[in-house]
């Protein structure tokens, strides 16, 4: 689930970057570290704004200078129960290795419909049902998710097409 | 599953009630039933006494899976004295798939941990199953049915698995930017062979080598070897380099991922960074997969494996991935295009005595080496992580520095400086001239003449139609069994089990295939390895024995080949009386070996000097069996002495009483001249670690050094260019080792060399004089041949002459037991023949030190100036 979540972040700036433009420098700065990143709770999507950038405090014994930045950003938080949309990287026996954006989600065997089942000898392999339904490195897949770990800078999770409305978009 | 009462309890314990019934559903850590112990515990009785007393306790036993109760193993009352298992509990998910720490059936957290964890829960899925994902690892019973499918799948499809390395043995990988500069010019003489090499990017593989361009060599024939192989294997990829660089080359081997799919395993999942380990593609059984490789000891000479000869386009390159893996084994490769390049040269312009030179095979004996316990030290050192971190960086100063050094440019120069070199002699032209004529036939570093995977492919098709006659032939006796048996559709269900135990094992066909190779050799290595190496686990060993050869440690009358790496060794004289044993290069057995057939060794036989030539014995003389069981000739005893190529100790003393024993009462072939040479020996022997040597090797360096060097330069004159990079190289290789020795023996050698400088000066110290009238009074036969040996008529010299010159005064009365002792040099008809006595290799250590000092004119006569300097 996306969120709107303020929060606030530390950067400290060595004295070359002191200047008219250090603003600017300093939300580059921001962008850069906070865009993408994963806390392990969650993934930093987007920094929307600036609520407010602190004074520049200077630290003493070193000369550079602290600035605590508030900022908005998009986050986004998968639940378990949450239905996403990913892309499938790769596909083994075991089961059918996906990428819902930064969260890599991983559907076990049995957690897919019996009627679709491993075909290996096809290049590349996949998996299907011989019908429609085919699914190989680069479908796209609607699945829900079953489990979320979180980990130091990743998270992990399971989740299932074994649902209604679930399976190759 | 069944609940097993963990050791940890007090036993004996007594159920006392059930708290369960079966059909009930549990919770983790949700108490199943009440039990009693007894234990002894500490009271105080009120009055500050303290007492020990027997007491029993009620406690609860507590679930740790959750589920349904399905049956009880025990009842109320019932006394339990050890750990059984108490009920059974039908789990809905045995977690046998996990995902990153989670169920990937359940989505359960199986990293949990409570005070009732016995064992965690991501222990049952212990076997990491998928080529490029270590966060996936599936149980035991998963990983074996995902196998049998896979097993199932090959039978019908009639393929096998093969796990193919990549560096050096498909391909050929640098990342020297030369390359890139000769892919671009035109006129360089390499670039013709470097038309088919890719190169690619590799962004972000660590830091410090960014953006790094690699030049990716295929070897000969791959496209059509992997297409071709591809019909009757499923192939995959097991490299130690990392993901990224595995990709890469996948895009280029296999643009549109036919042949290998995303079966590709790297460094980054392979779990160990020092061995590749069969297990992590095959964890359950591996009777259907085969390796190639150009290592055997990182598979630990796994029975699957198909040790194929490295492809070494790029020469002087090597691996670069292989920082993290135990140092190879450099047996020297003769075929190296250069050096037979330089060989064919050196004969065509020097008419070198043929002897040296079999079929393109420069007889050198140069190995890197490396002891082996050095090799366990960086095997075992694997899981170290400070290690690992050194070693991460040792890789990124190799690739650093190869992109810095570009040992490719400097190995050009060095053959366009020969060229230069020999041009200019025998050119009056201006030096302009010359150049452009030298740049004209400028000698090409690069060769492209690798036939390698032609050979390969046989192999793995034999390996296959063996496989698969095996199992046919299995089958059809166990369908004819069981239809007679059965009778009816019923089998049709059990066919496929019965199918998979009827599958032969890889490990057992194709050791067999090999051991028809080279079944019923018994061969005795002279030469071919480095002193104090294991001579029974190098790896050579290690391969001709996967094909059946037996190696033995000394020639018997079983020997049947004695594989020299050099001429004139002391197991070359011995090898000679006996008729039936064909004494071949080092190169029969690599050729053999590769191309998995007993070669005719007619081209590879080593022309045996015939002062070398024994009195013949016939296998069942009386002597023949002498020297088989009891080695009572001084040729075994010497032997003993010298050769010590991996004898075991416990044999040596043996030997020892034997020899001696025999020695004292035997009268058998023990004269006087013989008596002397043993004497000799002795003293050698046992004053080995002081001056003893120097009697020996001293006074004649002294007079062999002013024809020596003259011979030298006179050949660098006009041989072409390639036989002179072939001496540096020698010369390098040797103040290589040189290097690789102690310090102690270097420094001893010089001081010798000082005494010997005093003692023919006429002055010198006591010592060396007291060395000089030892030498003459021991050898005063050497000195004949001394001096026939440095006489005017020695034109003719070869690479190996300077240590063949000092051959012939370093050796110690070499006899052979019934040939006449020193007799033997002072008969050689032919001085400039080089008349390579190695009576042992200790020796050549020593001869190849001093004749690298001899070399190195400026450091030897500093060296020897300031030696003389301190002495006086």
Same mark, same amino acid.
């Given at each position: ?169 | ?147 049998? @499918?896979?097993? %199932?799948? &090959?039978?019908?499809? !009639?393929? *096998? /698995? ?6 050096? $043995? ?83 081997? @296999?643009?549109? %991922?036919? &042949?290998?799919?995303? !079966?590709? *395993? /790297? ?6 960074? $020092? ?95 490396? /002891? ?103 089958? /059809? ?396």
């Amino acid at each position: 689930m996306f969120f709107l979540k303020e929060e606030t972040k530390v950067i400290s700036l060595h004295p070359s970057y002191f200047g008219p433009s250090v603003r600017e420098y300093l939300i580059n700065r921001l962008n850069e570290e906070e865009e993408g990143r994963c806390t392990g709770d969650h993934f930093v999507i987007c920094v929307m704004d600036m609520v407010d950038i602190g004074e520049g405090r200077v630290i003493p014994g070193s000369g550079a200078a602290e600035y605590t930045i508030k900022y908005r950003a998009i986050i986004w938080k998968p639940f378990r129960g949450e239905t996403v949309d990913a892309i499938v990287t790769s596909v083994k026996p075991t089961g059918i290795f996906t990428l819902a954006g930064p969260l890599s989600v991983f559907i076990a065997r049995k957690n897919i419909p019996s009627d679709i089942k491993w075909e290996p000898n096809t290049v590349p392999p996949q998996y299907t049902d011989h019908a429609d339904q085919v699914i190989e490195k680069g479908t796209s897949l609607r699945l829900k998710i079953l489990g979320v770990k979180p980990d130091v800078a990743a998270i992990n999770a399971i989740g299932t097409i074994k649902e209604d409305y679930l399976g190759p978009l | 599953m069944f609940l097993r009462l963990p050791a940890s309890l007090h036993y004996p314990i007594t159920v006392t009630s059930l708290l369960k019934q079966p059909g009930d559903p549990v919770q983790r850590d949700e108490a199943l039933f009440w039990y009693v112990y007894q234990t002894i515990v500490t009271e105080g009785d009120g009055l500050g006494n303290k007492v020990e007393v027997k007491r029993s306790f009620p406690t609860k036993f507590e679930s740790t899976v959750d589920g349904e109760i399905v049956r009880w193993n025990v009842t109320k009352g019932d006394v339990i004295d050890e750990p059984v298992d108490v009920v059974e509990i039908d789990e809905p998910c045995a977690h046998e798939v996990q995902f990153g720490g989670l169920c990937a059936e359940c989505g359960k957290d199986m990293t949990e941990a409570t005070y009732n964890t016995e064992v965690m829960d991501s222990m049952r899925a212990p076997i990491k199953m998928v080529h490029d994902n270590t966060t996936l690892t599936v149980s035991e019973r998963e990983a074996t049915r995902v196998e049998e @499918d896979a097993k %199932r799948r &090959l039978l019908a499809s !009639r393929k *096998l /698995s093969l796990v193919v390395d990549l560096d050096q $043995t498909i391909i050929h990988a640098t990342v020297d930017p030369t390359v890139g500069e000769w892919m671009e010019d035109k006129d360089n003489p390499n670039h013709q062979y470097l038309n088919d090499v890719r190169a690619f990017q590799l962004v972000d593989d660590g830091p410090g080598m960014r953006g790094c361009w690699y030049y990716i060599k295929l070897r000969p024939g791959l496209q059509q070897f992997l297409e071709n192989v591809a019909k009757i294997y499923e192939l995959h990829i097991y490299t130690m380099g990392t993901r990224a660089y595995a990709q890469s080359i996948a895009n280029i081997v @296999d643009p549109d %991922r036919t &042949l290998f799919g995303d !079966r590709i *395993l /790297s460094r980054d999942e392979s779990g160990s960074l $020092t061995a590749k380990n069969l297990q992590r593609l095959f964890p359950v059984d591996t009777k259907m997969v085969v390796i190639i490789d150009d290592r055997g000891d990182v598979w630990r000479w796994n029975p699957n494996l198909i040790k194929v000869s490295p492809y070494d386009f790029f020469v002087g390159i090597g691996d670069i991935n292989s920082s993290f893996l135990p140092k190879k084994q450099e047996l020297e490769n003769p075929n190296k295009p250069i050096a037979a390049k330089a060989a064919a040269a050196a004969a065509a312009t020097d008419n070198t005595p043929p002897e040296h030179h079999v079929n393109g095979t420069t007889i050198k004996p140069e190995l890197g080496g490396i /002891s082996a316990l050095e090799q366990l030290v960086t095997m075992g050192g694997g899981d170290n992580p400070r290690l690992l971190q050194e070693q991460a960086t040792a890789q990124e100063e190799t690739i650093m520095h190869q992109v810095e050094d570009r040992p490719l440019l400097q190995k050009q120069k060095e053959l366009d400086a020969e060229d230069e070199a020999a041009d200019r002699p025998d050119s009056s032209q201006s030096v302009d001239e010359s150049q452009d004529l030298s740049r004209q036939h400028r000698h090409h570093l690069l060769e492209d003449n690798d036939r390698e995977l032609y050979l390969l492919q046989e192999r793995l098709q034999q390996v296959h139609r063996n496989f698969y006659e095996e199992y046919d032939r299995k089958r /059809s006796r166990s369908l004819g069994g069981r239809v007679a048996a059965l009778r009816g559709e019923k089998t049709q269900v059990k066919e496929k089990d019965v199918d998979l135990k009827l599958v032969p094992d890889v490990k057992d066909v194709m050791p067999q295939i090999k051991r028809q190779v080279l079944g019923g050799v018994v061969m005795v290595f002279s030469g071919v390895l480095p002193l104090g190496t294991d001579m029974q686990n190098a790896d050579i060993s290690l391969w001709a024995k996967s094909f059946g050869a037996v190696l033995a440690p000394k020639i018997t009358s079983r020997t049947t080949h004695l594989v020299a790496g050099r001429n004139r060794t002391a197991k070359v004289r011995e090898a000679t009386r006996y008729l039936k044993i064909k004494i071949v290069t080092t190169q029969w057995l690599v050729d053999s070996l590769t191309q998995w057939k007993r070669l005719d060794e007619t081209p590879y036989l080593l022309p045996v000097h015939p002062d070398d030539r024994g009195e013949p014995i016939s296998p069942d003389s009386k002597e023949a069996a002498e020297s088989a069981w009891l080695s009572t000739t001084d040729d075994e005893t010497k032997e003993f002495w010298t050769e010590d190529e991996g004898e075991g100790m416990s044999e040596s003393t043996n030997e020892i009483f034997k020899s001696t024993g025999l020695t004292e009462v035997s009268p058998i072939g023990y004269d006087a001249d013989q008596q002397a040479a043993v004497h000799e020996e002795l003293k050698e022997f046992l004053g080995s670690d002081d001056e003893s040597e120097s009697e020996t090797e001293a006074p004649g360096s002294e007079q062999q050094q002013p024809p020596v060097t003259p011979s030298k330069k006179r050949k660098r004159g006009d041989t072409d260019e390639e036989g002179d990079e072939e001496d540096q190289d020698q010369d390098q290789d040797i103040v290589e080792e040189k290097d690789q020795l102690s310090t102690v023996p270097t420094g001893g050698e010089g001081g010798e060399k000082t005494s010997d400088a005093h003692a023919s000066a006429g002055g010198g110290s006591r010592l060396a004089q007291r060395i000089r009238r030892s030498y003459e009074r021991s050898t005063s036969l050497k000195e004949v041949a001394t001096a026939s040996s440095s006489s005017p008529g020695r034109t003719t010299t070869t690479i190996t002459t300077p240590s063949s010159a000092m051959d012939v005064t370093d050796t110690p009365t070499p006899d052979d037991g019934d040939g006449g002792g020193g007799g033997d040099d002072e008969e050689r008809p032919d001085p400039g023949a080089a008349s390579v006595t190695y009576p042992e290799d200790e020796d050549d250590e020593l001869e190849r030190e001093m004749l690298a000092a001899l070399e190195d004119g400026d450091y030897d006569e500093m060296a020897e100036g300031k030696i003389a300097a301190e002495n006086g």
